[in-house]
Each structure stands twice: as structure tokens, then as C-alpha cells.
């Protein structure tokens, strides 16, 4: 069993956080911050700018006519949603080209996580309630303690995965088993240490049991990326080596109030956008694939 | 599979595509999520990967020498009657008859055509509410009673992700799953 302190000394030597995510992480967290002190973290860098615009014309976020500067994109989509546009381009340029210990390539990870942050987002709205504040962002970044534990999965991942099918419990249970903590833990610490949003940080902490969360956190968020979770593996969409060997709270999804129908409608309007979103992402200069 | 052994042969891929890289046969057909593919070349090995709780149908006629695969995501169009229009190999009830239509194209005969079944797994859930996998079965079985198909063969449910591979020439069928591969 590795204990914590070896861990988060992995955190530390994992990429350096980008200086621009650092900034804009920061300013979404203070409440005096405006639409100039975005606009001058995000111009000076002409790929984040390039990729802001090019993400932001997606047909996914739904603007009527087409953007071209920093300025107009945070006055059509407001400060939140350039931030979760800006921090996914980001993250998507700091991916391994394979997340070891789970045998899976950065594609396929990243379209799991798109796959999240889409299905949570568009969850929210199908059940009639106002999507959590950065759900995308905490949807798309859930699964990031994998990138720090993956490489102490490497040398235990015959006992991790052996314990996953002779026990037929959940992969995180048996990370939990023989690490001593599972990539929920660690993607929490990580979100900590790199000063992320609550939501990111609540996401990744209480994915894989959001009925522990405590009371500070946003229970409906975390319920949303729980269950958009379940989804995304359900449908395919990044297996790794754990499969499907995920549980689905049924409280979390009583809670949500949702039903198999449900989930096959959202599925059914989202696929196309969490495949052509993924592909998007690949293009971004420096990004996937 | 070990990743570290293979991560050297190629560009950004999952363990199962760089297997595959590397055994590369002459011509092969990948069926995407929600998608349907027909050959009627002998070399031929049609392809689908991580099949959730989605559904694959592999239908080969040995006598037209013919293959194909539909790789399904949910049971009824009903669902959502206009991605039905514009992709009706997302269901069930949309997608199989379109996969047979295709063979008939190809010269195929319903009477020899050998039906193979694989995929419609689940998470673990207990009171079944996600169960997406067994509805996308439960369909599949009402559409080929009332249709009078036989299935041959069948891996379904269970927490399993599974790729398959349909060999055009010999109708060999192929599902790897768990870290492990058996002719089906």
C-alpha cells in the first residue's frame, strides 16, 4: 500500500498547472473579478485565443453568429462558460498519450471525460433543473486522478484488476484496496492543490458516491457526474481497463428523480456532440491525438 | 495486455486498437457506435470496439461468401424519432432491419444467414434502473421471434466491455473481453 505523502509528491511532479488555467482559475473563484481581467489573461496567449474561438463557434454552445475576439465571446457566453471553454482546451494539451495502468490512450480518456461534462450538463437541463455552476468543467476534469495514479496502477494493476473480476467489486473499491486510495481521492487533492473551482474538486472527490458528500458540497453536481459517469461507460465511451465494473447508486438516482427512458433520450441528442466536441479538441493546436 | 510492452508501436491508440495496428489485415471495416457495415470481400474482417451496453448483430451468408455487423446504442426509435431519421442504426428496431436490407443488396438469402449476438452489458445496478443493455437485448430477442431468426450465438450482459471482430471469408467471430479473447 503507497500512502498519501507518495502520492501527493506525484501530484507535484505531475505537469505544472498552465499559467493562464492557474489565472482564470483563480478569477473564476473571486467574485469582484470581471470581463477585462479574463480578456487580459486570455489574449496575450495566442493559441488559448485561437482555440477559445474556435471552440466557442461549436455548434455545442448554440451562438447565433460567429466570434471573433475574446471580448465578444465573454460578453455572448459570460465569464463562466469562457472559463470552462478555456480550461478544457488547457487540460486537453496536458494529456499523456496514454494514462498508464488503466490501458487506455489519451483519445479515448478524453472522450470519456467530454462525454461526462456533456451528459451532465444536458442531464441537468432534461430534468428541468439549472445546470450546477461549472458542471461542465467539473464533468470534463472527474476522472484527472487517474493521471496521477495511474503510473502506482502499473505495478499493482494485476492485483487491482484481479480483484475487480474474482470479487466482482468496482474499480474504485479495489483501488481503495490495494492503494489505499482510489483516483477520486487523489483527483480531489489534486484539484486542491492546483487551487481549481469547489465544483471541480467535489466532482472528482465524490463521483463514485455522492451520497457521502458533505453538506457544503453541491449534492445535485455531484449526483449529475455520478450518474453522466455511469452513462458514458455504459455507452462506450472511454473503456478502460475496469470496463464496466462501476456502480450506480440507485439514491443518486432517486435523488435525480431520473429514469432508463430518460437517459436513453440524452443519450441519443448527445452522442453526436461528444464525438465531434472530442474530434474538436484533437485539432486544437497541441491537443489530443 | 500489457500496456507498457505495446506502447511503442504507434500513434495515440487504445490497447485493443494497437493490437489490432499491428496484426493489421488487408481490409479492415471498423463499425462505429451507431453504424452499420456490409462486405462481401472474403479478406475482409469487420470490426467493432467497446461495446457497453450497446448491442452488435453479426450476420454472415456462407453461401454469398458475405458479412456484416450493426453495432446499436438503444432500443427504440421511438426515443427520439428524428435521430431515428437521420441515424437509424442508433436502434434497435430502426437499425437490425436496415443491416438485413443491406445483405439482400449484397445477393444474401435470409435462410442462410448465420445471426451472432454480442454486447448489452451493464454497470453494476442493482435495482436495474440503468439497465440500457438488457432493453437493447430484450428488443433484439422480440424482433427476431416475431421474424422467426435464429441466433447461432450469443455473449451478452454482464459488466463486460467487449470488441468483436467478424472474419468476411470464414464467418469466424471473435469477441475480446475482460483481457481475453474466445471465438464465439
Given at each position: 500500500?503507497?500512502?498519501?505523502?507518495?502520492?501527493?509528491?506525484?501530484?507535484?511532479?505531475?505537469?505544472?498547472?498552465?499559467?493562464?488555467?492557474?489565472?482564470?482559475?483563480?478569477?473564476?473563484?473571486?467574485?469582484?473579478?470581471?470581463?477585462?481581467?479574463?480578456?487580459?489573461?486570455?489574449?496575450?496567449?495566442?493559441?488559448?485565443?485561437?482555440?477559445?474561438?474556435?471552440?466557442?463557434?461549436?455548434?455545442?454552445?448554440?451562438?447565433?453568429?460567429?466570434?471573433?475576439?475574446?471580448?465578444?465571446?465573454?460578453?455572448?457566453?459570460?465569464?463562466?462558460?469562457?472559463?470552462?471553454?478555456?480550461?478544457?482546451?488547457?487540460?486537453?494539451?496536458?494529456?499523456?498519450?496514454?494514462?498508464?495502468?488503466?490501458?487506455?490512450?489519451?483519445?479515448?480518456?478524453?472522450?470519456?471525460?467530454?462525454?461526462?461534462?456533456?451528459?451532465?450538463?444536458?442531464?441537468?437541463?432534461?430534468?428541468?433543473?439549472?445546470?450546477?455552476?461549472?458542471?461542465?468543467?467539473?464533468?470534463?476534469?472527474?476522472?484527472?486522478?487517474?493521471?496521477?495514479?495511474?503510473?502506482?496502477?502499473?505495478?499493482?494493476?494485476?492485483?487491482?484488476?484481479?480483484?475487480?473480476?474474482?470479487?466482482?467489486?468496482?474499480?474504485?473499491?479495489?483501488?481503495?484496496?490495494?492503494?489505499?486510495?482510489?483516483?477520486?481521492?487523489?483527483?480531489?487533492?489534486?484539484?486542491?492543490?492546483?487551487?481549481?473551482?469547489?465544483?471541480?474538486?467535489?466532482?472528482?472527490?465524490?463521483?463514485?458516491?455522492?451520497?457521502?458528500?458533505?453538506?457544503?458540497?453541491?449534492?445535485?453536481?455531484?449526483?449529475?457526474?455520478?450518474?453522466?459517469?455511469?452513462?458514458?461507460?455504459?455507452?462506450?465511451?472511454?473503456?478502460?481497463?475496469?470496463?464496466?465494473?462501476?456502480?450506480?447508486?440507485?439514491?443518486?438516482?432517486?435523488?435525480?428523480?431520473?429514469?432508463?427512458?430518460?437517459?436513453?433520450?440524452?443519450?441519443?441528442?448527445?452522442?453526436?456532440?461528444?464525438?465531434?466536441?472530442?474530434?474538436?479538441?484533437?485539432?486544437?493546436?497541441?491537443?489530443?491525438? | 495486455?500489457?500496456?507498457?510492452?505495446?506502447?511503442?508501436?504507434?500513434?495515440?491508440?487504445?490497447?485493443?486498437?494497437?493490437?489490432?495496428?499491428?496484426?493489421?489485415?488487408?481490409?479492415?471495416i471498423?463499425v462505429?457506435?451507431?453504424d452499420i457495415q456490409v462486405s462481401a470481400d472474403p479478406g475482409a474482417v469487420i470490426v467493432t470496439y467497446?461495446l457497453?451496453s450497446c448491442i452488435a448483430v453479426m450476420v454472415h451468408d456462407p453461401v454469398r461468401g458475405a458479412g456484416g455487423m450493426i453495432h446499436y446504442?438503444?432500443p427504440?426509435?421511438?426515443?427520439?424519432?428524428?435521430?431515428?431519421?437521420?441515424?437509424?442504426a442508433?436502434?434497435a428496431d430502426?437499425g437490425i432491419p436496415l443491416l438485413f436490407e443491406k445483405m439482400y443488396e449484397l445477393g444474401c438469402q435470409k435462410k442462410d444467414m448465420v445471426v451472432k449476438v454480442a454486447g448489452g452489458g451493464?454497470?453494476?445496478?442493482?435495482?436495474?434502473?440503468?439497465?440500457?443493455g438488457k432493453?437493447n437485448y430484450t428488443v433484439l430477442r422480440k424482433m427476431f421471434w416475431k421474424n422467426e431468426i435464429i441466433i447461432a450465438a450469443e455473449d451478452v450482459g454482464g459488466?463486460k466491455?467487449r470488441t468483436v471482430r467478424l472474419h468476411v471469408g470464414s464467418g469466424r467471430v471473435v469477441v475480446r473481453s475482460?483481457?481475453k479473447e474466445a471465438d464465439l
Amino acid at each position: 500500500m503507497i500512502g498519501k505523502e507518495e502520492i501527493l509528491k506525484r501530484i507535484q511532479s505531475l505537469h505544472t498547472l498552465p499559467a493562464s488555467t492557474a489565472r482564470l482559475s483563480a478569477l473564476v473563484n473571486d467574485p469582484k473579478a470581471g470581463a477585462s481581467d479574463f480578456e487580459a489573461v486570455i489574449r496575450p496567449d495566442p493559441a488559448l485565443t485561437a482555440n477559445l474561438l474556435r471552440m466557442a463557434n461549436s455548434a455545442y454552445f448554440g451562438l447565433s453568429r460567429e466570434v471573433t475576439s475574446v471580448r465578444q465571446a465573454i460578453t455572448l457566453l459570460g465569464i463562466k462558460r469562457v472559463y470552462e471553454v478555456a480550461s478544457s482546451v488547457t487540460f486537453s494539451r496536458m494529456l499523456p498519450a496514454t494514462v498508464p495502468g488503466y490501458e487506455i490512450d489519451a483519445t479515448h480518456f478524453w472522450l470519456h471525460c467530454v462525454g461526462v461534462a456533456v451528459l451532465a450538463e444536458r442531464l441537468a437541463e432534461e430534468l428541468g433543473r439549472k445546470a450546477p455552476d461549472l458542471i461542465f468543467t467539473a464533468g470534463l476534469l472527474h476522472d484527472m486522478g487517474k493521471l496521477a495514479i495511474g503510473s502506482f496502477l502499473v505495478d499493482a494493476s494485476e492485483e487491482v484488476f484481479g480483484r475487480v473480476l474474482d470479487d466482482s467489486i468496482d474499480l474504485a473499491a479495489a483501488e481503495k484496496i490495494v492503494l489505499g486510495m482510489d483516483h477520486a481521492d487523489v483527483g480531489s487533492d489534486l484539484a486542491e492543490h492546483w487551487n481549481l473551482p469547489g465544483p471541480v474538486s467535489w466532482a472528482a472527490r465524490w463521483h463514485h458516491n455522492p451520497g457521502e458528500a458533505p453538506e457544503n458540497v453541491d449534492r445535485n453536481l455531484v449526483d449529475l457526474v455520478h450518474v453522466a459517469d455511469g452513462l458514458a461507460h455504459s455507452l462506450g465511451l472511454g473503456a478502460d481497463r475496469g470496463e464496466l465494473a462501476r456502480t450506480i447508486l440507485p439514491s443518486a438516482i432517486e435523488r435525480l428523480g431520473v429514469n432508463v427512458r430518460r437517459l436513453e433520450f440524452t443519450a441519443s441528442e448527445t452522442i453526436g456532440q461528444i464525438y465531434g466536441m472530442t474530434e474538436l479538441f484533437s485539432k486544437c493546436a497541441g491537443g489530443v491525438g | 495486455m500489457n500496456s507498457a510492452t505495446k506502447e511503442a508501436t504507434g500513434p495515440v491508440c487504445s490497447g485493443e486498437h494497437r493490437e489490432e495496428q499491428a496484426s493489421k489485415s488487408a481490409n479492415q471495416i471498423t463499425v462505429d457506435i451507431s453504424d452499420i457495415q456490409v462486405s462481401a470481400d472474403p479478406g475482409a474482417v469487420i470490426v467493432t470496439y467497446a461495446l457497453g451496453s450497446c448491442i452488435a448483430v453479426m450476420v454472415h451468408d456462407p453461401v454469398r461468401g458475405a458479412g456484416g455487423m450493426i453495432h446499436y446504442m438503444l432500443p427504440l426509435s421511438a426515443t427520439s424519432p428524428d435521430k431515428a431519421k437521420s441515424k437509424p442504426a442508433m436502434f434497435a428496431d430502426t437499425g437490425i432491419p436496415l443491416l438485413f436490407e443491406k445483405m439482400y443488396e449484397l445477393g444474401c438469402q435470409k435462410k442462410d444467414m448465420v445471426v451472432k449476438v454480442a454486447g448489452g452489458g451493464a454497470l453494476y445496478d442493482d435495482k436495474g434502473t440503468f439497465n440500457i443493455g438488457k432493453r437493447n437485448y430484450t428488443v433484439l430477442r422480440k424482433m427476431f421471434w416475431k421474424n422467426e431468426i435464429i441466433i447461432a450465438a450469443e455473449d451478452v450482459g454482464g459488466a463486460k466491455s467487449r470488441t468483436v471482430r467478424l472474419h468476411v471469408g470464414s464467418g469466424r467471430v471473435v469477441v475480446r473481453s475482460q483481457g481475453k479473447e474466445a471465438d464465439l
